[in-house]
């Protein structure tokens, strides 16, 4: 079963950066698409960012121009670089696969944007 770390989470005033990690255990890992998901308080959660095996990203239209998702096949890794954030972005923040998940989740990452 593919277990799932989420890291990097904080507390992060507007306009601030955060970078998310997510630790990926399994030999498989270099063959999946993963997405970075979210889930604010109330909310069904969201895709934010889907990064290909080979690196290619896509972003929900929320984030596009602010985040930049990025993977390190060689330590089963994906990250998420968080620019520019809004009290809007606050939320859980978890990986998976994408599209379809691994069956699991991770705790996710607390991001909470606020002054």
């Known amino acids: 079963q593919v277990q799932l770390v989420e890291a990097g989470g904080g507390l992060v005033q507007p306009g601030g950066s955060l970078r998310l990690s997510c630790a990926v255990s399994g030999s498989r890992f270099s063959r999946y698409a993963m997405g970075w998901y979210r889930q604010a308080p109330g909310k069904k959660r969201e895709m934010v960012a889907t990064?290909?095996?080979?690196?290619?990203?896509n972003y929900a239209d929320s984030v596009k121009g602010r985040f930049n998702a990025s993977r390190d096949n060689a330590k089963n890794a994906v990250y998420l670089q968080m620019n520019s954030l809004k009290p809007e972005d606050t939320a859980v923040y978890y990986c998976?696969?994408?599209?379809?998940?691994?069956?699991?989740w991770g705790q996710g990452t607390q991001v909470t944007v606020s002054s």
């Open positions: 998976n696969g994408f599209p379809g998940d691994f069956g699991s």
């Open positions: 990064v290909t095996p080979s690196g290619s990203t």
